[in-house]
Nanobody, 121 residues
């Protein structure tokens, strides 16, 4: 069993900041890439940012220069610092982690329950 628990969402005014956190727990052997996706109403889920265990980051063009992804490998936790937020950033944000739970099992993707981020005045 692996659980991803997110926190940090909420309501913020345009131009404001939020920091999302996601902690993975359970029977984890190795955590590979971790990242954040988002889904706005009526839209498909899209990648926001991802970060490999080695520190390589990838960002959606729409958030480059405004969002920063980081992780604490010892805590199996990934963060998303979101600055200069815009109304179009409004969505449910989901944490994702690629995890192996044993040497006999393949790596699998796990998802958090989602946290709402609303940017509005």
């Amino acid at each position: 069993q692996v659980q991803l628990v997110e926190s940090g969402g909420g309501l913020v005014q345009p131009g404001g900041s939020l920091r999302l956190s996601c902690a993975a727990s359970g029977s984890i052997l190795t955590t590979y890439a971790m990242g954040w996706y988002r889904q706005a109403p009526g839209e498909q889920r899209e990648l926001v940012a991802s970060l490999t265990s080695g520190g390589r980051a990838n960002y959606a063009d729409s958030v480059k220069g405004r969002f920063t992804i980081s992780r604490d490998n010892a805590k199996n936790t990934v963060y998303l610092q979101m600055n200069s937020l815009k109304p179009e950033d409004t969505a449910v944000y989901y944490c994702n982690a690629n995890i192996r739970i044993s040497t006999t099992m393949k790596r699998s993707d796990y998802w958090g329950q989602g946290t709402q981020v609303t940017v509005s005045s």
